[in-house]
């Protein structure tokens, strides 16, 4: 038997509670290494507070490094975000340097381990950690593909388009970095991996806590739909007002008494101006989602925009409630459409898809018994672990332990330098959401944590 992996686990927070997608699938991840080997953790949070115990007890040391403080100068922090744009760097907050590290947190980046694992590039840039053979970056959203979709918002000034693109120029060219700097990048999705074109990217998908026993199929309340996310996110925030405005219309115009639940926390205000209250909905955060679930008669994901796969799709489908997806909310899940849920685009075959489950349950019936099949045989988080568990223990060998950081205990170089000679790859070519009648379109190409997502 071999023994156990010394392994660096670094993320942004601590990945608890499980109050977020972002939070379920790091959680799962780390809960995974903690399998094979003795785990690290470095956490580099916005507010700085102690590691929760239920993640502590599980590490052999847990370290808070903070942030660099903002200036207290509104306009000076305006400036210097600009300032580090124009240089290449698209985080908020500047790169942290060697000597404000903690003695704790330069000592784990000095440290000896068999695996560096990172979630996300965010705590990458800010640690200027340089990667490695060793090395695992957790890309679980390829951040520019994300911006350069919002650009196509309704509406968007021209200042913030223009801003917009350059944050994602910014974003792209980090992430283009990260395939020459790191042993292995994982991406969420298929369509992810064949974006980025490169023989280091390993899809490990987005999963789901499949209930036990599995859910049975219930037709729900009559007319009733359900959309679940954290409404202060962007994508979430549009796809609500563009399903009440463009798409609700036209179901009621045949199923009258159609209406719409939106579970979530964080309502905008232009978006509560659209609820009345009886054809639409807030819940806010609920404690039993699935049984919410269980009662509707379909659930709705009409994103335009954004990036990752959607965990609400996936806790929708293994609580046997089908779903009613555009292109790009579906995107990068093995689901096909009209076998394990609807796709849509328009607002007018949107509602048509709506309209076809709500008037035929027994349609409705067949659609979530098969989309809950694809998500027990692929997306269960125990198989999702199974991979990363596989994954750490081949990036880790061959190897003999290694420092995280540089030989004086500085991460690497910073990270606004942009990389020099990188090839040229198909992701440099950036895509634009084309805007349409109704707003931006794009092509095609669970426990309470999914209202967060």
């Known amino acids: 038997m071999s023994p156990p992996l010394r392994i660096l686990f670094i993320a942004a927070d601590p990945p ?67 300032w580090r744009e124009l240089r290449g760097y698209p985080l908020t907050e500047p790169p942290i340097p060697a000597d404000r590290l903690t003695p704790a947190a330069a000592a784990l980046l000095r440290g000896e381990h068999d695996l560096v694992w990172i979630e996300r590039l965010t705590p990458a840039l800010m640690l200027r950690h340089p990667g490695g053979p060793h090395t695992v970056l957790d890309l ?15 509406g968007l000034h021209p200042l ?71 409404m202060s996110y962007a994508p979430n925030d549009d796809a609500m007002r563009y399903f009440i405005r463009a798409i609700l219309p036209r179901i009621r115009a045949e199923v009258p008494h159609a209406h719409l639940h939106i579970v979530g926390r964080y309502v905008k205000p232009d978006l509560r101006r659209l609820v009345d209250g009886q054809t639409v909905r807030l819940l806010g955060y609920v404690d039993d989602l699935p049984g919410l679930l269980r009662e509707a008669a379909v659930s709705v994901v009409p994103l335009r925009m954004g990036g990752g796969t959607r965990v609400k799709i996936l806790v929708s489908l293994a609580s046997a409630t089908p779903v009613v997806s555009t292109t790009v909310g579906a995107e ?77 205990g500085r991460p690497g170089p910073p990270p606004f330098t942009a990389p020099g000679g990188a090839p040229r790859r198909p992701m440099e070519r950036l895509e634009v959401a084309q805007e349409g009648p109704e707003g931006p379109r794009a092509g095609r190409g669970l426990p309470a944590a999914v209202q967060e997502d």
């Open 160 to 230: 913030r388009r223009a801003r917009t693109t350059l944050t994602a120029r910014a974003w792209q060219t980090h992430e283009r970095d990260a395939l020459t700097r790191f042993g292995r990048v994982l991406v969420c999705s298929e369509v992810d991996r064949d974006y980025l074109a490169d023989e280091h990217v390993t899809v490990a998908p987005n999963g789901v806590i499949l209930p036990e026993p599995p859910a049975t199929f219930s037709p729900g309340v009559p007319g009733r739909m359900v959309f679940v996310g954290l």
């Open 16 to 82: 608890w509670p499980l109050d977020s997608g972002v939070h379920l699938r790091q959680f799962h991840m780390f809960d995974a290494l903690t399998a094979v080997g003795e785990v690290d953790l470095l956490v580099v949070p916005h507010d700085p507070r102690p590691v929760p115990p239920e993640i502590a007890s599980r590490c052999r040391s847990a370290v808070v490094q903070p942030r660099m403080p903002a200036p207290a100068s509104s306009l000076r922090r305006r400036a210097a975000v600009l």
């Open 140 to 154: 679980d959203d390829v951040e520019h593909r994300k911006l350069l979709r919002s650009r196509g918002a309704r």
């Open 332 to 408: 990068g899940l093995d689901l096909r459409d009209g076998h394990e849920l609807a796709l849509a685009d328009s607002p007018e075959a949107f509602a048509r898809a709506c309209i076809d489950l709500l008037q035929d349950p027994g349609r409705c019936a067949r659609l979530a018994a098969a989309g809950q099949r694809a998500v027990h045989r692929q997306y269960g988080w125990k198989t999702v672990q199974d991979r990363v568990r596989a994954l750490a223990r081949e990036v880790a060998a061959g190897g003999a332990r290694r420092s995280a950081g540089g030989g004086d």
